[in-house]
C-alpha cells in the first residue's frame, strides 16, 4: 500500500524567510505532483514531475523529486502572505492511470 | 489547464435522503474520473475511480451501495451518496483525465446533511 507524508504538518513562517516542505512516499514512483488548497476551495496545480532530477520553479515556488530517496520538496523563497495555504503531494503509484495518493497535508501560516 | 465543473458547489440535506452530485468535463473527453471526499483539516481521500461505461471501482472501505457512481458518458459522472446521514457531511471533490495525462479537479461539493 503507497504511503505519501509531508513533514511538517504545520508551518507558520514569517515574511520573507524560506522554507522547505518535505514529502516522502513509500513506494516507486515516477510521477508526483503538488498542489495548493485555500480554505473551501478545491485543489489549484502547481507541479507536475516526471522523472528523477526534474526541478520546477514558478514564482517563489520551486519543487523537485528525487525518486530513489523517494523524496519531493517545495520549496519557499521569500514568503509572502499570499501564500498561505494548504499544499498537498500527490503521487500516482501507476504511470499512466491518473489515479493519485494525496500527503497529509502541510498547512503553512506566512505572519507579516 | 482543461476545465471541469462541478454542480453543486453546495448543498444542504435532510437525513436520510438522497443527493447527486455531477462532475462534468467541459472542454474534454474524460476516460476516467475520480471522486475524493475531504473531512475537515484532513486530507482528500479516494472513494472511486469511473471508467465511461463500466462499473465504478470502489476503494476499501466504501460502500458501493451507499455511494452511486454513474459515468454515462465521456463526458459526466454522478455520484449520488444515498440515505445521507450527518457522518456522510464532507467536501466531496471529483477529477477527470483522458488517457496517461493529469488529472484536473473540479471546484468541489460541500455536503452538509441536517
Known amino acids: 500500500e503507497l504511503k505519501v507524508e509531508q513533514n511538517p504538518l504545520f508551518l507558520s513562517m514569517q515574511e520573507g524567510k524560506n522554507y522547505t516542505i518535505y514529502c516522502n512516499y513509500s513506494?516507486?514512483?515516477?510521477?508526483l505532483y503538488w498542489y495548493r488548497q485555500d480554505p473551501g476551495k478545491s485543489l489549484e496545480s502547481l507541479f507536475v514531475?516526471?522523472?528523477?532530477?526534474a526541478v520546477k520553479q514558478e514564482g517563489r515556488l520551486m519543487a523537485s523529486l528525487d525518486t530513489k530517496a523517494r523524496l519531493s520538496t517545495l520549496h519557499i523563497t521569500a514568503a509572502v502572505h499570499d501564500l498561505s495555504a494548504t499544499y498537498f503531494c500527490?503521487?500516482?503509484?501507476?504511470?499512466?492511470?491518473?489515479?493519485?495518493?494525496f500527503g497529509t497535508g502541510t498547512r503553512l501560516t506566512i505572519i507579516p | 489547464g482543461a476545465v471541469v465543473s462541478q454542480h453543486p458547489s453546495w448543498v444542504i440535506c435532510k437525513s436520510g435522503t438522497s443527493v447527486k452530485i455531477e462532475c462534468r468535463s467541459l472542454?474534454?473527453?474524460?476516460?476516467?474520473m475520480f471522486w475524493y471526499r475531504q473531512f475537515p483539516k484532513q486530507s482528500l481521500m479516494l472513494m472511486a475511480t469511473?471508467?465511461?461505461?463500466?462499473?465504478?471501482?470502489?476503494e476499501q472501505g466504501v460502500e458501493k451501495d451507499k455511494f452511486l457512481i454513474n459515468h454515462a458518458s465521456l463526458t459526466l459522472s454522478t455520484l449520488t451518496v444515498t440515505s445521507a446521514h450527518p457522518e456522510d457531511s464532507s467536501f466531496y471533490i471529483c477529477?477527470?483525465?483522458?488517457?496517461?495525462?493529469?488529472?484536473?479537479f473540479g471546484q468541489g461539493t460541500r455536503l452538509t446533511v441536517v
Open positions: 513506494t516507486t514512483s515516477d510521477r
Open positions: 477529477s477527470a483525465a483522458y488517457t496517461n495525462t493529469e488529472a484536473f
Open positions: 472542454d474534454f473527453q474524460a476516460t476516467t
Open positions: 514531475l516526471l522523472s528523477n532530477g
Open positions: 469511473s471508467n465511461e461505461g463500466s462499473k465504478a471501482t470502489y
Open positions: 500527490a503521487v500516482e503509484l501507476v504511470f499512466g492511470n491518473e489515479k493519485l495518493t
